[in-house]
């Protein structure tokens, strides 16, 4: 049968309303409203939605393609544990995280970072505009993180570094990760060098050539990171009074 123009324009547009991809809401906490969803499938008629509860459950195929797969936060460590099997069976989907809130960090994003299967977050708070908006660019295959979160983990990154090199606990923890790199030759001459022995003393005391022991020095200086032997003994008697043992190397 020949159809007319407007026929094959209907046609036309019947094909190009049929779903053609699958969004997959894997969640049983009902985190995406009928609403929501509603709403998806006016914006984009092409998309057919399918919710499971399990992860089992979306470890198979459906009717069409799934091209992004939205998690619920309590299901996240499932997903994971599944991601070998979710990536064989979906390859081509994009997988984001359902976070309530778009400022208030649940999920670490050095977490989604390390995830295997992870890669966007989705806030549920957003404006019904904004939130369909990154819908659109995570069906494209682009990646979303909220600029609320990137600038929280920024900051308290910031702070972590500063309290690191500001802080005396990490200086004094460094100091004596250091001493303990001595060996028990090297502790050895750096305690006679704490107590006012000079090198000919040490050598006779230990059974060394004076140029050995000097030898002995330039290391341990080096090791501790000190200017001069006045300071390694200084670093020696700081770190024996606070009573960690010596390397027994």
Known sequence: MLL?????????????????RVILILTNSGSVSERLIDAIEREFPWIRIEQVEHVSAACTTFSHPVALILVDIALMKNAEAASAELLRIHPHALTAIIEPYDKVQVTPLSEVAASPLIRSVLPMDLRLDVWLSIIRLMLCGGEYFPPGLMIQTMLRDQSATLSAH?????ASQNRLNTIAELTARESQILGMVSHGLQNKLIAAECGLSEHTVKIHLHHIIRKLGVHNRTEAAARFRNHHHSGQPMSEN
Do not use: K, T, V
Request: neutral net charge; charged residues 25%; glycine residues 14%.
């Open 166 to 170: 500001n802080g005396a606990a990490p």
């Open 4 to 20: 007319d123009g407007n026929a094959y324009d209907a046609a036309g547009a019947r094909r190009r309303l049929e779903p053609q």
